[in-house]
């Protein structure tokens, strides 16, 4: 078993003790957030500190036999890629809940299970406010598109921004967010930044409805500083890649029926 700590913590006691124990202690105890291919659970660790008084646990999947070879030889697992991106997004100014360690299991010298432990953020997923309603939020969704650009800015791209990864949290003024499920992302070296054309695809994947893209792009573009044209190239890479998204759902569910 491989361990890695967020140095703030390395040397608590509590900590150190409930990490060793929790991949045997996983399955019975915590309490279920979210269960599917991935398991996310919460814990207490010591109720008296701002942090540990609740973490959460995701453990991701087993992997498939090419991934156990990928992530035992050549690529970092997915824990040990959340985890590195949390202390990065940090110091960029980016808000994610706070790392405290991950553990990756391994069993005859291949990976089998990673598990990424973080605080707890309770704050709501911008879906509840922007995609499920028939009238989004526009304060909201504007707050948001300048959040986007702040990200791009920063060069950080988020590969599953979507609406339910980025929790938004009230202002006196504006809305403040954070980013979870992190593990995805390509962040550049500071002073490097992505394309034009790699954040209008990244934009792409925050939702589905057209009407909110729409305002979020102009107000992504206004924040950007870019000529107001550019919101129709938006547009019509938002448009390919949902065609695109369309034919790959109907590739698979065909060949999954079949």
């Given at each position: 078993?491989?361990?890695?700590?967020?140095?703030?913590?390395?040397?608590?006691?509590?900590?150190?003790?409930?990490?060793?124990?929790?991949?045997?202690?996983?399955?019975?105890?915590?309490?279920?957030?979210?269960?599917?291919?991935?398991?996310?659970?919460?814990?207490?660790?010591?109720?008296?500190?701002?942090?540990?008084?609740?973490?959460?646990?995701?453990?991701?999947?087993?992997?498939?036999?090419?991934?156990?070879?990928?992530?035992?030889?050549?690529?970092?697992?997915?824990?040990?890629?959340?985890?590195?991106?949390?202390?990065?997004?940090?110091?960029?100014?980016?808000?994610?809940?706070?790392?405290i360690a991950y553990i990756?299991?391994?069993?005859?010298?291949?990976?089998?299970?990673?598990?990424?432990?973080?605080?707890?953020?309770?704050?709501?997923?911008?879906?509840?406010?922007?995609?499920?309603?028939?009238?989004?939020?526009?304060?909201?969704?504007?707050?948001?598109?300048?959040?986007?650009?702040?990200?791009?800015?920063?060069?950080?791209?988020h590969h599953d921004l979507?609406?339910?990864?980025?929790?938004?949290?009230?202002?006196?003024?504006?809305?403040?967010?954070?980013?979870?499920?992190?593990?995805?992302?390509?962040?550049?070296?500071?002073?490097?930044?992505?394309?034009?054309?790699?954040?209008?695809?990244?934009?792409?994947?925050?939702?589905?409805?057209?009407?909110?893209?729409?305002?979020?792009?102009?107000?992504?573009?206004?924040?950007?500083?870019?000529?107001?044209?550019?919101?129709?190239k938006m547009i019509r890479?938002?448009?390919?890649?949902?065609?695109?998204?369309?034919?790959?759902?109907?590739?698979?569910?065909?060949?999954?029926?079949?």
């Amino acid at each position: 078993m491989k361990i890695e700590y967020n140095p703030e913590y390395k040397n608590n006691l509590k900590v150190t003790e409930f990490i060793e124990k929790l991949p045997s202690r996983f399955e019975q105890e915590g309490s279920v957030l979210f269960s599917g291919r991935n398991v996310i659970k919460s814990f207490v660790i010591n109720p008296a500190d701002n942090i540990l008084k609740q973490v959460v646990v995701k453990r991701y999947k087993f992997p498939n036999a090419i991934q156990r070879i990928a992530y035992s030889f050549f690529r970092a697992s997915k824990a040990a890629r959340a985890f590195h991106n949390a202390a990065q997004l940090r110091t960029r100014g980016i808000d994610t809940p706070r790392e405290i360690a991950y553990i990756e299991e391994w069993k005859s010298g291949l990976f089998t299970y990673g598990y990424f432990i973080t605080g707890f953020d309770g704050a709501p997923g911008i879906a509840e406010r922007l995609t499920e309603p028939k009238e989004f939020d526009r304060d909201l969704a504007t707050d948001f598109a300048r959040f986007a650009a702040h990200l791009h800015s920063r060069g950080i791209l988020h590969h599953d921004l979507n609406s339910t990864n980025v929790l938004y949290h009230s202002g006196e003024e504006h809305y403040r967010f954070s980013i979870i499920d992190i593990n995805r992302m390509k962040l550049y070296p500071l002073g490097k930044y992505p394309s034009d054309r790699e954040c209008m695809e990244n934009l792409t994947r925050f939702c589905g409805r057209m009407d909110l893209f729409e305002h979020v792009a102009g107000e992504y573009v206004k924040a950007r500083g870019w000529a107001a044209d550019t919101v129709r190239k938006m547009i019509r890479v938002k448009k390919h890649h949902d065609r695109q998204w369309e034919r790959r759902k109907a590739f698979l569910k065909k060949i999954t029926f079949k």
